[in-house]
């Protein structure tokens, strides 16, 4: 059964930093695509950063050149870097797999940015 476990998340001040990490177990993890997302109280679900089994990132306007996302495929996680963090990123970010099959959601980690 495929697992997905978020961490990192935490209390930070405008402008700072935070790394997420995901790390999944039950799966061959280098084969897949994936995801992070934010949710906040009373919004969608939204992407902030993808990175395809090759490699390949996109962002939206909201997060780009201040998220990064990679991979390490060895290790079976991905990782956000979040810089120049603003209030409005405040949310409960997800990790997700693209499966074969169908999706695979972690449980979130909670992301605070306040002063």
């Known amino acids: 059964q495929v697992q997905l476990v978020e961490s990192g998340g935490g209390l930070v001040q405008p402008g700072g930093s935070l790394r997420l990490s995901c790390g999944a177990s039950g799966i061959i993890f280098g084969f897949y695509n994936m995801g992070w997302y934010r949710q906040a109280p009373g919004k969608q679900r939204e992407l902030v950063a993808s990175i395809t089994r090759g490699g390949v990132t996109d962002y939206p306007d909201s997060v780009k050149g201040r998220f990064t996302i990679s991979r390490d495929n060895d290790k079976n996680t991905v990782y956000l870097q979040m810089n120049s963090l603003k209030p409005e990123d405040t949310s409960v970010y997800y990790c997700?797999?693209?499966?074969?099959?169908?999706?695979?959601w972690g449980q979130g980690t909670q992301v605070t940015v306040s002063s």
């Open positions: 997700r797999l693209d499966g074969f099959t169908g999706t695979h």
